[in-house]
């Protein structure tokens, strides 16, 4: 699964996204290594971004 989490953090640090989503940040760095985000989470994570989940994981 592509993530484009890491290019969309635009330098900033696992713990700022993981502050401001409510994600933990070692689930975020799991996800950074390719693991498949659980749906919750990954809404949580795009609306700390103020992108939409498929900016983040586009689909196939």
Known sequence: MECRLKELLDGRPITWLANK???HRNTIASYLKGTAP???KAYS???ALN????DIWPPN
């Open 51 to 54: 992108k939409s989940v498929y």
């Open 38 to 40: 659980q749906l919750d």
């Open 45 to 47: 994570i795009a609306a």
């Open 21 to 23: 989503s409510g994600v």
